[in-house]
């Protein structure tokens, strides 16, 4: 007799540690810049470089990004806390240890919520803690296929954010990820950026029966570099480590790599080998000291949060959770609606158009061409303004629709940009009336079909009104005199 294995006989259990790139100027303890893309080894020094004989300097602008992100996650704030050595040989670690915080980490504890299938949840976190990244290997750099290690990123400041095993499936990790992604944003700490690897994620993935007291043993997927390979490599792991139990075998402690080309992970390295860095405090930089005065200046630089956001949006403005849900996620959206609502002034109304164009039309362009908010031609006073002319009946629709396009793709002034492309809408009435009779002239079978009842030709009639009038026509006014001239309504 044969069994079937339902993965929902299991539960799902998920940790992610996070590197998040600090967004500093220079390394953590060097003056070299952090720049992304130089030639490779531009941006070294002996310091990051790690020769003998040199002596680390803390960056003092990574302690303050540390305790603002700890702040906003609702971590405590450790008053002391000590790098450490983290000792393990690859090429692009010349030092042959990387500096990191092992035992007392600057941040413990805190959290963050999210939402999933319209649940909300709290995920703890465990600490957070400042380290060194490492540099890069390069391979088939030169004809004859060798590799090269590029240090320019050696040094650069990263916070490792670690959470409890809290999640319970992939849906939860992505939202997790996706939630502590966008307050670093918020906060400005970090980019962001999953591509470049500027913020990437490992995860923990573990599977144990239901109702079991026991997490089963874990395996770590490194670098997952976007939302969607996490998922997949979760749920690939998910089934991998069922089958595992179900067969009676193991599941060993180990390091996988997700290959998004075959849907797999693999055995990357087993933990157990990779695990003994024989960690020891760094004896070049003395204890960190967080004093008051610096968490008072990183409480007073907190902004408002998404989730935070997002309660006002729906709140004060009446915006949906859907709606504003969008603005304050991943796109970037909400300072670009911030500033657009208060140059057009007013309420929920104002609100709810602003909304509109920001997640269809401009979310579509700027889909289009891959550019954030920050880098479109489009600034929010003249997507206010745009508003104001469509409001004052100046343009209609269609016509603010082109006039947006063409601000967002080469900037310019919305008002001298009517005039000069025609936009204006045609309110005239004489205007539109001839070009009405013209059209019921030029289509005698549809007239009579539609007075006949036999079919309702409106939308017919209205999209010839409007070609003729090179679609500026005033709506309102097309509509209210085709009603009059076919009768009916
Ligand atoms: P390491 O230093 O080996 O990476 P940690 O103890 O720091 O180990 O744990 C790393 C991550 O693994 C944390 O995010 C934690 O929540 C997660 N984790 C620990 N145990 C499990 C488990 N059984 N299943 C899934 N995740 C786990
Ligand atoms: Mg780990
Ligand atoms: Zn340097």
Known sequence: MTRTVAASDYQVVIGLEVHAQLLTLTK???????????APNSHVCPICLGLPGVLPALNARVVELAVKTGLALGCAIQPVSVFSRKNYFYPDLPKGYQISQYELPICLGGGLAITVDGREKFIRLTRIHMEEDAGKNLHDVAADGSSGVDLNRAGVPLLEIVSEPDLRSADEAVEYLKALRAILLALGVNDGNLEEGSFRCDAN??????????????????????????????????????????????????????????GETRSMRSKEEAHDYRYFPEPDLPPVRVGEALVARMRAEQPELPRARAARYQGSLGLSAQDAGVLVGDGGLADFFDAALSARGGGAEAAKKVANWLIGELSRLANETGLPPRAWKLTPARLAEVLGLLDAGTVNGAGAKLLVEELFRHGGDPAELVRRRGLAQVSDEGAIEAAVDAVLAASPAEVERHRSGKKDLTGFFVGQVMKALKGKGNPGVVNALLKKKLGGG
């Open 28 to 38: 953590i303890f060097c003056g070299c810049s952090t720049g992304f893309g130089g």
């Open 205 to 262: 993935v573990s599977v144990m029966r239901k109702g079991a007291t026991q997490y089963g043993t874990r395996a770590e997927l490194k670098n997952m570099n976007s939302f969607r390979y996490l998922k997949q490599a979760v749920e690939y792991e998910v089934r991998r480590q069922v089958a595992l139990v179900e067969t009676g075998q193991p599941v060993v402690q180990e390091t996988r790599l997700y290959d998004p080309a075959r």
